[in-house]
């Protein structure tokens, strides 16, 4: 099979709500990325794939074992995986890269395939206007803050981050879902970005829309599902970016 394919996912917030569910959640995902490797050149998370992950220098937490070997596999294997961290799964260190062989972005990302120019992001932090968020978001990657979460046991730091992160993701979830139409803060950014740069393709997630928008100068922006509600994902393959579903 000719792997000239680019797949996108988003948002698999693997580890809600609880072990079980989240386990059934990751086996689909790798069933998924296995199906995804038969064609793929090339294979894009957007971020937010651990509701929770905090590694440190010489420990990383003890789940995800069955998707982690799966792209540590598929990554062996030649196909190039790229791992954006999201707001709930930043606190990386060199484990994604080093052991998994991973290509991992902390920020947008943009890239030229097949001669069309895309812009790759999670898709936090694009409300100006939310100081309290961009706050937090610069707090939670200062250097100083990490040391001291790091220096934490973690019989107290990863309990407390799950913790964390299940309320972070409860307290959003209802705006989450809400469709704000045109008035959505992802459209509006992307349409600023389009003055001054040439974007064919916008693919976000964060939000867990699933929804295609048409922006200014007829380009598009993708915004992926979550995998807790609908299992979607997008794909390039050479001239249309389609946005599908994963049974
Ligand atoms: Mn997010």
Redesign the pocket.
């Known amino acids: 099979m000719i792997k000239n394919k680019h797949y996108f996912v988003a ?1 698999t917030h693997l580890g809600v709500p609880n072990y079980e569910a989240s386990l059934v959640r990751e086996k689909k995902l790798v069933r998924f990325l296995l199906e995804a490797e038969k064609d793929a050149k090339v294979i894009y998370l957007l ?2 794939i651990f509701d929770f992950w905090h590694e440190y220098k010489y420990v990383v937490p003890k789940y995800y074992v069955r998707l982690l070997g799966t792209l540590a596999s598929i990554v062996d294997r030649g196909t190039p995986v790229h791992f954006f961290t ?3 799964d930043q606190w990386i260190r060199d484990y994604f890269q080093k052991e998994i062989g991973m290509i991992v972005h902390t920020k947008e990302y943009e890239i030229t395939i097949d001669g069309k120019n895309f812009f790759l992001a ?3 932090g694009f409300d100006l206007t939310d100081k309290k968020y961009l706050f937090m978001k610069r707090l939670f990657g200062s250097k100083i803050i990490r040391i001291m979460f790091a220096s934490i046991h973690p019989r107290w730091a990863i309990a407390f981050g799950n913790a964390w992160s299940k309320s972070s993701r409860k307290s959003h979830s209802e705006y989450d879902l809400i469709d704000k139409g045109e008035e959505e803060l992802q459209f509006k950014y992307c349409n600023e970005i389009l003055k001054t740069k040439d974007i064919d393709y916008f693919i976000l ?2 939000r867990h829309l699933n929804k295609e928008y048409i922006l200014e100068k007829e380009k598009k922006l993708i915004i992926l599902s979550d995998w807790i509600n609908e299992s979607g994902y997008a794909l390039w393959c050479g001239e249309d970016l389609k946005l599908k579903s994963f049974e």
């Open positions: 948002d971020g937010d999201g707001n709930h999670h898709g936090d997630g964060h």
